[in-house]
């Protein structure tokens, strides 16, 4: 059975920093590609970041509005990716999704529960 | 971006048919594949796979859902609506980067 659980969200002020970790299980995590998609308040979906294997060089792309303040990556000996987020902002507040895809399935088939990140002074 | 539009909301009655639109700014067909995705969500919960490159059923969903489309329109169709299906619906397209996801439509019945 495939599992992703997503920790680290919390409450925050503006400007600092908060990481998230997604640790998985159920599938070859080595040879996937990983995403964060976070849900706003509003209920709107956004696909946030994606980092790919190592036989991608572990190649990574990001959402033009977390670019320069968000960084994901993974440790593979422990099935895990993580999004470290800095200089954050009240529109950072979400719930953070993990979620998988692979080279042949570019659809997201697995989502972790979430993990809320609020941004509020 | 891709921008994907559907409306908010919709009711029917049920046991009746529901049929959710999609609409794309941009073509998303590629090589004879449709990257358009469906996603069912209740609250409180995460988005869940429907279907996948716009008419393939996902695992474990019932045959009640259908999905059909292609270039820049696209339908998912509930038929017949159980009470459970109550729910917001969420189509998100991956022919390019990013993937980016319409705004949702509630189900509701009448």
């Known amino acids: 059975e495939v599992q992703l659980v997503e920790t680290g969200g919390g409450l925050v002020q503006p400007g600092k920093s908060l990481k998230l970790t997604c640790a998985t299980s159920?599938?070859?995590?080595?040879?996937?590609?990983m995403h964060w998609v976070r849900q706003s308040p509003e209920k709107q979906l956004e696909w946030v970041a994606q980092?790919?294997?190592?036989?991608?060089?572990?190649?990574?792309y990001y959402a033009e509005s977390v670019k320069g303040r968000f960084t994901i990556s993974r440790d593979d000996s422990k099935s895990s990716v993580y999004l470290q987020m800095n200089s954050l902002k009240e529109e950072d507040t979400a719930i953070y999704y993990c979620?998988?895809?692979?080279?042949?399935?570019?659809?997201?088939?697995?989502w972790g529960q979430g993990t809320l990140v609020t941004v509020s002074s | 971006d891709i921008v994907l539009t559907q409306s908010p909301a919709l009711a029917v009655s049920l046991g009746q048919r529901a049929t959710i639109s999609c609409k794309t700014n941009?073509?998303?067909?590629?090589?004879?594949?449709?990257?358009m995705h469906w996603y069912q969500q209740k609250p409180g919960q995460q988005p869940k796979l429907l279907i996948y490159?716009?008419?393939n059923l996902a695992s474990g969903i019932p045959a009640r859902f259908s999905g059909r489309g292609s270039g820049t329109d696209f339908t998912l169709t509930i038929d017949p609506v159980e009470a459970d299906d109550t729910a917001t619906y969420y189509c998100?397209?991956?022919?390019?980067?990013?993937?980016?996801f319409g705004g949702g439509t509630k189900l509701e019945l009448k």
């Open positions: 980092i790919k294997a190592k036989s991608n060089n572990y190649a990574t």
């Open positions: 490159l716009a008419s």
């Open positions: 159920g599938f070859t995590f080595s040879n996937a590609w």
């Open positions: 979620t998988v895809t692979t080279r042949v399935s570019n659809w997201f088939a697995y």
């Open positions: 941009q073509n998303v067909d590629y090589y004879g594949n449709s990257y």
């Open positions: 998100q397209q991956s022919r390019n980067l990013p993937p980016t």
